[in-house]
């Protein structure tokens, strides 16, 4: 593909140079996919108003996020395995996010460990957080988060248990993947993935492994991972870990009205409204559905963010419109990350940007802060819900 114009160019392309196991991990959702399918396509029925004649000169899409000046309302999302879609994914990812000029958050099971990736991060240098049973290890990951000075802490809500995923264990999905004649056989036909694969130490959940007692190698972090998970997670906990962590907090896989509300009594900084990218609860809202009903809920004490289904910088402006002060973007930077390292990171970026860019200028703004509801068509997009 000589000539790269939006994200889907770079999905094909990822498709092609990227392992089965990792893309299907990447670009798949749970059960019927439904919700995964819905995150996208419900921004396509949101129609925007055209303008002209309006003064387009010195066009910015700076904004900030938890007080942090970014390039434009985007953060790279936390996923996991992203050292498996490239080698030293996420250090490749960090970098990018550093030079463009917006946060890059890690995953808890990232590939490359949180002291790894502050070796080239910058200040937009965030941590994501999962809860699991050993509260010691726990502590000690955000001790590690503040070791590494990142400016947030993301707390992901949504994951007290796995959501079935299809594509995951008709794959035997593993880091790194097992030597099956299938998954061999497969592998060989990648050959850049092999080779960068070849050159870097960085093959296992960085994070984890070496930092747990009793896990040294993935015989045995398989089994503690499964076991790990907390279904007892509650709103105690985020009391405990914002206490614990002290900095600004991020609460991640708001969807519910009654949940926003507790998100907002927490204390905490941002909320984002998530489906977990349709990889939990299938037949979930899309985010961009539910994100106008949360707005409304949250009010002006906390910051309201989403992510789910952004595949352009036209969903990031219409997000914006429907009150998201920020987004997140996951499969779009993989997509990236996967079809060309770091570079394909940076042209995911560059095409996002110069989509709001030219959208904003299309819709008749200049500066992100005057763009809300107006600038979309009436009837086409999702308004806050009313309580029965």
Sequence with gaps: MSVITNIEDLRVLAQRRVPRMFYDYADSGSWTESTYRANSADFQKIKLRQRVAVNMENRSTASTLVGQKVAMPVALAPTGLTGMQHADGEILAARAAKKFGVPFTLSTMSICSIEDVAQHAGEGFWFQLYVMKDRGFIERLIDRAKAANCGALVLTLDLQILGQRHEDLKNGLSAPPKLTVANMINIATKWRWALGMATTKRRQFGNIVGHVQGVSDMANLAAWTAEQFDPALNWNDVEWIKKR????????????????????RSGADALIVSNHGGRQLDGAQSSIEALPTIVEAAGRDIEVHMDGGIRSGQDVFKARALGARGTYIGRAFLYGLGAMGEAGVTKCLEIIHKELDLTMAFCGHTQLDAVDARVLLPGTFPTPMRSV
Aim: glycine letters at 16%.
């Design 245 to 264: 962590w002290g900095g600004k907090l991020i609460l991640k896989g708001i969807q519910d009205v009654e949940d926003a509300k507790l998100a907002v």
